[in-house]
């Protein structure tokens, strides 16, 4: 296969509810959407998950349009790439930049799959036919509307409840959760609020039955995660701190988790999400799919990714209805009684809207 063109485009979409976590607030979601089209005039679909600011980590919107543009494009395109793996090999000169990367991935991992007749699923090697979703709910006003809104999504069918969590807003908000909700799965997620300080807080989160708590220290942090985990029952997740299977390998071998979210975007692409999965398996740390608020496009790659076998725990890859008035997608994606039907349609699975994509750009560039 080989690029001939690539088209950026910059989406803005508003969401349904704002999103709070620890680092702030989203109210509209702007990300890059990329169109690649090959040889045969085949497309294929990408989406960048890099928000508009820096804060969950280095790379923005603006960022990953320079390097796609000034770098990653002029890489790739016209080059032979046999496998979609190759693709990293192209940019193996590139330091990090992983969601820029894995714009370009996505859409080389959906031509490929179109090129073989496949699914992304069957493309990936994944055997589900339905996973199980779980869904990620931001920081709300009061506790009352905390309640409120996963009484909402239980009653959706939603089985498994992440919550968000800062300082301040931790203990008594997970403690009025499993109040009111005694049996339902429940997680927190901290996105790095916390410091080896907290310990003592931190502890106090044993008495709720977590599953897991997500990413409580430093971004870059594998070390104090090994301290903490050490002297908390709850296991830890890793978000942000494991962007390669390098990281995965150092974090497991020190202890500084007991499961691993995996995130397309974070890693630099799909083949790279699949190599940690395929390592954390053989080590035994389940994973799961994380989310970044992603359009129908990113989703579907996160859908099939979690067809594969150590994806043992619900992900965050809630329907589309929850974000969007209006998807790009069509069919949307839609989860009932927790679980999504794996699409089996060649390629990402699901037929872009192109009126709805156009409806969404806010500026568009085109490079061959
Ligand atoms: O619904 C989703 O896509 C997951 C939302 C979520 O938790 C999240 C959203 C934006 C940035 C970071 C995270 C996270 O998992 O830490
Ligand atoms: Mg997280």
């Not at 088209?7 to 607030?25: A, D, Q, V, Y």
């Not at 508009?52 to 923005?60: D, F, K």
């Not at 496998?83 to 930049?97: C, E, L, M, S």
């Not at 209006?326 to 999504?340: A, L, R």
Request: hydrophobic share 40%.
């Amino acid at each position: 296969m080989i690029l001939k063109e690539i088209t950026i485009r910059h989406l803005k979409m508003h969401l349904n509810s704002p999103f709070s976590t620890s680092f702030g607030t989203i109210t509209d979601k702007e990300f890059l959407l990329l169109e690649a089209k090959d040889e045969l005039g085949r497309i294929g679909w990408g989406e960048s998950v890099a928000f508009v600011a820096p804060w969950y980590n280095e790379e923005t919107l603006r960022t990953t349009w320079h390097m796609l543009e000034d770098f990653l494009i002029p890489m790739i395109l016209n080059k032979e790439i046999k496998h979609p793996d190759d693709v990293g090999k192209y940019f193996a000169g590139i330091r990090k930049n992983y969601m820029a990367k894995s714009a370009i991935e996505g859409a080389v991992w959906d031509l490929y799959a179109q090129s073989q007749n496949q699914s992304l699923t069957e493309a990936l090697g994944g055997k589900k036919d339905k996973i199980e979703v779980g869904i990620s709910i931001g920081i709300q006003p009061t506790i009352e509307e905390q309640i409120a809104v996963v009484d909402q999504v239980i009653s959706d069918g939603y089985k498994r409840i992440k919550v968000k969590i800062k300082p301040g807003r931790d203990v008594k908000v997970i403690q009025a959760l499993r109040e009111q909700f005694p049996h339902i799965p429940m997680m927190a997620d901290a996105n790095s609020a916390y410091t080896l300080d907290d310990i003592g807080l931190l502890k106090q989160l044993d008495d709720y039955n977590l599953m897991m708590i997500e990413q409580p220290l430093a971004y870059d942090d594998i070390i104090d995660h090994a301290i903490l985990q050490k002297q908390i029952k709850t296991p830890i997740c890793l978000d942000e701190s494991i962007q390669s299977l390098e990281d995965a390998r150092k974090a497991i071998e020190l202890g500084s988790c007991k499961i691993i979210n995996i995130k397309i975007g974070r890693v630099g692409g799909i083949s790279e999400a699949k190599r940690i999965h395929d390592y954390c398996e053989e080590k035994g740390i389940p994973v799961w799919c994380g989310g970044m608020l992603e359009s129908g496009i990113g989703r579907a790659h996160n859908i099939a990714l979690t067809t594969l076998s150590n994806f043992t725990l619900p992900g965050d890859t809630a329907g589309s209805s929850h974000y969007w008035e209006q998807d790009i997608i069509k069919p949307e994606v839609i989860v009932e009684d927790g679980y999504i039907s794996v699409p089996k349609k060649i390629g990402i699975g699901y037929e872009p809207n192109i009126e709805a994509i156009n409806h969404y750009t806010v500026s568009c560039k085109i490079y061959n």
